[in-house]
């Protein structure tokens, strides 16, 4: 698959704890966009990384960070769990980072906190 | 504050019939504005977006500033269109995509 891959598919953890997830880009692609999906909020613009270097962000929580390393995948850190950070986890790459690079998405990653 | 709203949760229309998917946003400025579609066990992918003035499968949207919507049409709907669409706007051309709630359009036979 040359596509955007998310790793894991699914994460079950309890509250206090930790996670990482990752996300390989297209081949090519340099920027890597990071969104969350909850229930009552829809998707949410997290941080993106151009080249190794974050370029946006969003409303991303002090708990969660996320980097992207010199073979351009990317992580992100999730700390100190929350049942309100159940959600589904989406990454995205495009090849630049101009607005008319499409972003294209990975499955996402379905993480539940009990 | 900059958002996107799309007030259908569901719309279910009869193959053939004319689909209007509603979207409106706040953004003070010149708005980038997107749709997004997912097909059923598919990945979110780009359906298009406003700058391109293009159609695709069909469907066209138009930005009207003054009523702030860009609502997406197709005059004939197909049960392949079935599948969740999201409205998207990228206020100042930053990147950062601000997501409608999404309409799921359920095209009937």
């Known amino acids: 698959d040359s596509g955007v891959t998310q790793t894991p598919k699914h994460l079950i953890t309890a509250t206090g704890q930790r996670v990482t997830l990752r996300c390989s880009p297209r081949s090519g692609d340099l920027s890597v966009y990071w969104y969350q999906q909850s229930l009552d909020q829809g998707l949410q613009f997290l941080i993106q990384y151009y080249n190794g270097e974050e370029r946006a962000k969003g409303n991303i929580l002090e708990r969660f960070s996320a980097q992207q390393f010199p073979d351009l995948h990317s992580e992100l850190n999730l700390s100190s769990l929350e049942l309100g950070d159940s959600a589904l986890y989406f990454c995205?790459?495009?090849?630049?980072?101009?607005?008319?690079?499409?972003?294209?998405f990975g499955p996402g990653t379905r993480l539940t906190v009990l | 504050a900059q958002r996107v709203t799309q007030p259908e949760k569901l719309l279910s229309v009869f193959k053939g019939a004319p689909v209007e998917l509603k979207c409106n946003y706040s953004?003070?400025?010149?708005?980038?504005l997107f749709w997004y579609v997912q097909y059923s066990r598919q990945r979110l992918q780009l359906l298009l977006r406003?700058?391109s003035r293009e159609s695709i499968k069909g469907f066209t949207a138009d930005l009207n500033k003054g009523e702030t919507s860009f609502h997406l049409k197709k005059p004939f709907a197909q049960e392949e269109d079935s599948a969740m669409y999201y409205c998207a706007l990228d206020p100042g051309a930053t990147n950062k995509l601000i997501f409608g709630t999404g309409t799921l359009l359920a095209v009937q036979p």
């Open positions: 995205a790459s495009s090849p630049g980072q101009d607005l008319y690079n499409e972003q294209f």
């Open positions: 406003h700058i």
């Open positions: 953004y003070s400025g010149s708005p980038e």
